[in-house]
């Protein structure tokens, strides 16, 4: 997976971007990040509007997110000349950035919001499946063949125990102590701020019984061939990353805290101003999309405050004890 998504001739190296295979919230227009923009601002607010503000997107795609950001800085946001935006990539820095969006291939020291909108799902997982003798991992070639190895580390075999116990012989388990460790040292770059990742996923009362790995090209799914030519994907075990720091919430609930409403603009809007309306239909069109339960609505944010608290009201209502994320 590491190989077939990074490494040379790896997907996430593909000139077209992920945008051209799959659609994520940063893709969907402005709404999205007037929101980030939204709880960044609130951040700033509650760690004391520091010198330096940083958005730091991490497995920032080509950049689109952060893009949009800048866009809304340059028309007016109050913390608009001390922010600093910071894509963290695999893959190299787009053409056509705008100079004031760095680009960086390790997580900076954070002070502000840290952002991972769908980085935990493409970080490389072992699958295993469960035989009379225990789990095995199971092997693929660049053909999809799949064969059974050897078990599963120690380490590995705990975290099924704990995680993603597997009850009858051909099931299925994607290991997600590499998403736990991934989240877990994206919190620690965080001196003082906001870290959240965005992403699909499960907790111990809905696992996938065959696991959830497929593959994404060109926006139809695909077997999850490792040759470089799709997207491999599977659903993060938000609970277990949980553990590491956070509360967990949906997408659909943190974005109308944060003001997101797909309520249609009223109808005299359209004879009083016309571009305003439909300005605020497509908005209405956008926040459908983001807030859908079954689609992005549905996502899971984990939310972890360093030196702060999560700055939504009340942190409590969103947490846990929330509908299951998709
Ligand atoms: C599914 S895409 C999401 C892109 C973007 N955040 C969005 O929502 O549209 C995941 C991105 O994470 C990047 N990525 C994966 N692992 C990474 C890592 N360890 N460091 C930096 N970027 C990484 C990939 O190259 C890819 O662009």
């Given at each position: ?12 190296l593909?000139?077209?971007?992920p ?6 919230s ?19 607010l509650a ?12 497995g ?39 100079a ?11 002070t502000g919001l ?54 009858l ?28 990742a965005?992403?699909?996923?499960h907790t111990?009362?809905k ?8 593959g ?7 077997p999850?061939i ?5 997207d ?14 956070g ?10 805290e ?5 309520a249609?603009p009223?109808?005299e809007?359209a ?10 239909l497509?908005?209405?069109?956008e ?13 899971g ?7 702060m608290?999560?700055p939504l009201?009340p ?12």
């Open positions: 997976m590491t190989e077939a998504l990074y490494g040379a001739g790896g997907f996430y593909r000139p077209e971007g945008a051209a295979h799959f659609r994520t940063a893709h969907t227009g402005s709404v999205y990040a007037a929101t980030v923009a939204e709880l960044l601002g609130r951040v700033d760690i004391g509007h520091p010198a330096q503000l940083d958005l730091v997107d991490v920032a795609g080509r950049g689109e997110l952060l893009h949009a950001v800048a866009d809304l800085a340059a028309q007016g946001l109050p913390f608009a000349a001390r922010l600093r935006l910071t894509g963290v990539e695999v893959a190299p820095r787009p053409r056509g950035l705008p004031r969006i760095g680009w960086a291939d390790e997580i900076p020291p954070v840290l952002l991972a909108n769908e980085w935990l799902d493409v970080v490389p997982v072992d699958v295993v499946e469960l035989t009379t003798d225990g789990p095995r991992l199971v092997l693929v070639d660049a053909t999809g063949r799949e064969s059974l190895g050897g078990p599963p580390t120690a380490a590995d075999l705990a975290w099924l125990t704990q995680w993603w116990p597997l009850p012989v051909g099931q299925r388990a994607e290991i997600g102590s590499t998403r736990d460790a991934a989240w877990a040292n994206a919190v620690s770059r965080v001196r003082r701020g906001l870290a959240v965005v992403d699909y996923g111990a009362e696992r996938p019984p065959y696991g959830s790995l497929v994404y090209r060109a926006g139809a799914v695909v999850p490792p040759d470089g030519s799709c491999l994907t599977a659903h993060v075990a938000l609970d277990s990353c949980l553990a590491a720091a509360i967990l919430s949906t997408q659909r609930d943190v974005l109308a944060l003001g997101v409403s797909a249609h009223p109808r809007l004879a009083r101003d016309p571009a305003a309306y439909l300005a605020a497509r908005s209405a069109g926040a459908t999309e983001l807030l859908d339960p079954g689609g992005l609505g549905g996502f944010w984990l939310l972890h405050g360093v030196g608290a999560v009201c942190p409590e209502r969103l947490g846990s004890d929330r509908p299951e994320p998709m």
